[in-house]
T-cell receptor, first 113, second 115 residues
Framework: AQSVTQLGSHVSVSEGALVLLRCNYSSSVPPYLFWYVQYPNQGLQLLLKYTTGATLVKGINGFEAEFKKSETSFHLTKPSAHMSDAAEYFC???????????FGTGTKLQVIP | GAVVSQHPSRVICKSGTSVKIECRSLDFQATTMFWYRQFPKQSLMLMATSNEGSKATYEQGVEKDKFLINHASLTLSTLTVTSAHPEDSSFYIC???????????FGSGTQLSVL
């Protein structure tokens, strides 16, 4: 079975500050890991994904995440927050490629001017 | 990139009526489609998985007679909420993957409000 835990349902950062959204996963097999962003009343947009290979993954809009197997973590970071980053972010895991994805409960990011 | 179109984006209906939501893959053949439900301030919960030409596989706790899923072609899947009740009010999102199963694309979602 697979599961995802996102620490912190709400995170507030100042514009220009570091963004850190935490995600821990559980998986019985090597996982695929994802971060998605959701703007109000919209679907999900893939930010980045880890499948195999390099553990530091770069995504769109300046986001990146590092897969740490020893810590079962896949935290999302961005060096400098922008107002347009305000949205809800979901971490997700899959044990079968892109099928049967399990989502975390989401973290709402607020960016303060 | 691949596009998944979902309609309608918002629907309001009376209790007891049925609502159909469409999910179309516009530039690829979607062999597998997934339907999710998202309640306010909660995550997406997988409702069912459908493969083209086959019956949908429903997750535990999801009533298959209430949430009818049809995936009759490689570009279209529909979710029909039958005899909708206020507790069915939710955000429904579809996603689709192609033959290789290597990518997953999401629709923009449907906000269903049952009065």
């Amino acid at each position: 079975a697979q599961s995802v835990t996102q620490l912190g349902s709400h995170v507030s950062v100042s514009e220009g500050a570091l963004v850190l959204l935490r995600c821990n996963y559980s998986s019985s097999v090597p996982p695929y890991l994802f971060w998605y962003v959701q703007y109000p009343n919209q679907g999900l947009q893939l930010l980045l994904k880890y499948t195999t290979g390099a553990t530091l993954v770069k995504g769109i809009n300046g986001f990146e995440a590092e897969f740490k197997k020893s810590e079962t973590s896949f935290h999302l970071t961005k060096p400098s927050a922008h107002m347009s980053d305000a949205a809800e972010y979901f971490c997700a895991v899959s044990e079968r490629g892109y099928q049967k994805v399990t989502f975390g409960t989401g973290t709402k990011l607020q960016v303060i001017p | 990139g691949a596009v998944v179109s979902q309609h309608p984006s918002r629907v309001i209906c009376k209790s007891g009526t049925s609502v159909k939501i469409e999910c179309r893959s516009l530039d690829f053949q979607a062999t597998t489609m997934f339907w999710y439900r998202q309640f306010p301030k909660q995550s997406l919960m997988l409702m069912a998985t459908s493969n083209e030409g086959s019956k949908a596989t429903y997750e535990q706790g999801v009533e298959k007679d209430k949430f009818l899923i049809n995936h009759a072609s490689l570009t279209l899947s529909t979710l029909t909420v039958t005899s909708a009740h206020p507790e069915d009010s939710s955000f429904y999102i579809c996603s689709a993957s192609g033959f290789s199963g290597e990518k997953l694309f999401f629709g923009s979602g449907t906000q269903l409000s049952v009065l």
